[in-house]
Structures are given as C-alpha cells and as structure tokens.
C-alpha cells in the first residue's frame, strides 16, 4: 500500500477564485468536512461513500479495494436533483434514431444546454482564440497573465465520436486552463457518422504530433469518446519525451460493454448501454471493434506517460475505466485515480452548476497539475 503524505498545493496552482468560492462551502456541506491537502495513496471513503477530495488510487492493491460502497453510492444530492429533471424533459429529445437528425437536435440545444450546465463559462479569466493546426480546427485557450506557458492540453472533447464540438467543451477547457495555468488546445475532431472511425483518431493525432514536434511539453487528455481518443494519443506517442502526461476521464476502453458496470446500468440513469452501442455502430461502421485503436483492453504498452484517470459510480464504463487504471500502473505508468462513487458519466462537464461535481474537476485538475509539472 502506498505511504501517505500530506502536500501542500504546488507553487502555481490556481485555487479557486471568488467567483466560485460559494461551490466549495456547498460542496464542504455535502461531504462534511474540509478538503486536504492532496495525498498520495488509496482512497478514503467515508459514510455512504462520499468521496474524499483529493482521493488517489497509486496501486492494482488499492484499486481492487473499490467496491461494495467504495464502488457505488446513492447520487449526490445535486446529480439527483438532474436525475429527476432528465426524466422529465425526457419527451423534448427527438424521436428518430437517425444520427443526422440526433445531431441537429444536440447543435440546437447546445447554448441552451452549456448555459445550464456550466453557467457564465466566459467569466473564467482565460482568452480564447480559434485557430488550424495540422489542418484540423482547434479552439486555443491561454491562461489570464501568461502568454507562453510551459505546458500544452490537448483536449479532445466527449460525445460517443457522434456529438460534441469546441464549444460544448468550451466550459471544460476554460476551467482546465484557468486551474492548472496551462495553454490548452480543444481539438474539433471529425464526428461519425458523416466521417467514421478512423478520421477522429487521425485528427488528434495530426494535432498532437505538430504540437510535440514544436518541441513544447504535452499533455493528453479528454472525457468519454475523448478519453479514448486521448488514451490512443498516449499509446501512439509512448516514449516521445515531450508527452508529459494523458487525463482520462470516464474513458471508453472496451467496445464490448461486456463489463459488470454496463450490464449494472444498462438503462442508465445518464448514459444507457443502448445508447453506447448505437454511437460505437455509427463510429465503426465497417471497421473492427477489435482495432486496437478502438479497444484498449489489449496489453498496455510500455513508455506510456503518467496518468490521471477519473472513474464515477453511476456509468455502465465505469468498471472499464478502473480496470485500465489497474493497466496503466500494472505497465509501470505512474497513475493517479480518482473514483466519486455518487457522479454520473457526463458530470465532468457540468462542473458549473454541479457543486459535487466542481470539487471532483478541481481533484483531478489539481492532480494532473502536480503530476506533470507547471
């Protein structure tokens, strides 16, 4: 088991600013007590599973000590409170299954959907500029009093490679760039079904590569379909001295959906299994889900960066996720893993209006920055 040490936070860590100090007390209230320092070891669970924030798993020993209520706890009362307003709103969303129409419907609600989710994103002290690199779109975020940082995020945003933009991945950008005083780079990856599997991965690697051979330090990372495409980049780019660290959150590992967690929460509440297989079809189309740039379950190459990865209870990738922890550390890749027991798929996103949520962003933000360095 790994020994514990208390830390204080990183010389340039971006604490929280008065903006959004009234998510901590409510967040604070909800836990029930102060947020340490963070601490390197397993994680701490307290109660009915409420997640001690900052909360790593450094070992395989520690991550199979996930479960029972460690595993999965009741939704946070916040993520309940969207829980219910999901299911009521659920007759708005389209009725057809064509992903062109599923599409349209998600371009239109995307404003009304980022101001509900992540309210006022523009009043986080970043400057965004839009911008090609290696011929794909990319939305270029840097740090408010730092025009040339040391550090470049690459982040390639959720959406089941069928859904999802630079601005509906706008909130999490600015607050990634905002905590951690990186430059961050949002890749407009090409979407399925107009442009299948492989055409997102190609575009974050054309992205990444330009960016590691402009001999800056890079970072890696994403959520859900992004998470995946980030994992590959790491994967592709093993060894490279300039790939400093890969950010997985809730990723997509395993087309099968063969797991314990996806066979647990088939109907979601967030995310349904049919759901998943419906964006892997359209994705794939006629390629193979055992390409080993889709499934990730295959051995784990050596030379990988470090790795913060984030799993949450109530996500039928929930248990993928943990078990390509457990892969990255087993490959001898320095892994820190964050487990909230009482979010959902899709809570990274909405750390604006989700006070729970907020303090697991800042948990991984914090990670990552001290993982990889400023």
């Known amino acids: 088991m790994a020994e514990r040490h208390g830390l204080h936070p990183a010389a340039g860590w971006r604490e929280r600013g008065p903006h959004d100090n009234h998510l901590v007390a409510i967040g604070l209230a909800h836990l029930g007590q102060q947020p340490p320092d963070r601490q390197h070891g397993p994680a701490e669970i307290h109660g009915q599973g409420a997640l001690t924030l900052p909360a790593t798993l450094n070992s395989v020993d520690d991550a199979s000590r996930l479960e029972g209520p460690r595993l999965f706890a009741p939704l946070a009362p916040d993520c309940e409170r969207l829980r219910a307003s999901l299911i009521a709103d659920a007759d708005s969303r389209p009725a057809s299954a064509d992903p062109v129409d599923v599409q349209i419907h998600h371009r239109n609600q995307g404003p009304a959907r980022r101001e509900q989710w992540h309210p006022h994103p523009d009043t986080i002290p970043v400057t965004a500029t839009d911008d090609v690199i290696a011929g794909v779109p990319v939305r270029r975020y840097t740090p408010a009093g730092n025009e040339a940082p040391a550090t470049t995020l690459v982040w390639l945003h959720g959406g089941g490679w069928v859904f999802g933009d630079i601005d509906t991945a706008d909130p999490v950008a600015r607050t990634a760039c905002d905590r951690t005083g990186w430059e961050v780079i949002s890749v407009d990856y090409r979407l399925a079904p107009q442009h299948p599997f492989p055409a997102g991965v190609d575009d974050a690697l054309a992205v990444t590569s330009a960016l590691l ?27 490279h001295g300039g790939l400093v660290g890969q950010v997985l959150v809730y990723p997509c590992i395993d087309p099968s959906l063969s797991t314990a967690s996806a066979r647990e929460f088939v109907d979601g509440p967030f995310i349904t299994r049919a759901g998943l297989e419906w964006c892997y079809f359209y994705y794939l189309n006629a390629a193979s889900a055992q390409d080993p740039r889709v499934d990730l379950t295959g051995p784990v190459p050596a030379g990988l960066p470090p790795a913060v990865v984030l799993t949450v209870g109530h996500d039928p990738l929930r248990d993928e996720g943990i078990d390509y922890a457990r892969a990255l550390h087993a490959a001898g890749a320095t892994t820190v893993h964050h487990h909230a027991p009482d979010s959902f798929h899709g809570s990274f996103g909405r750390s604006g209006s989700l006070p729970s949520a907020a303090l697991v962003a800042d948990a991984v933000w914090r990670s990552a920055f001290e993982l990889f360095g400023a």
């Open 213 to 239: 051979d402009s001999g800056i330090r890079v970072v890696v990372g994403g959520d859900s379909a992004g998470g995946n495409l980030a994992a590959v980049a790491a994967r592709e780019f093993a060894g």
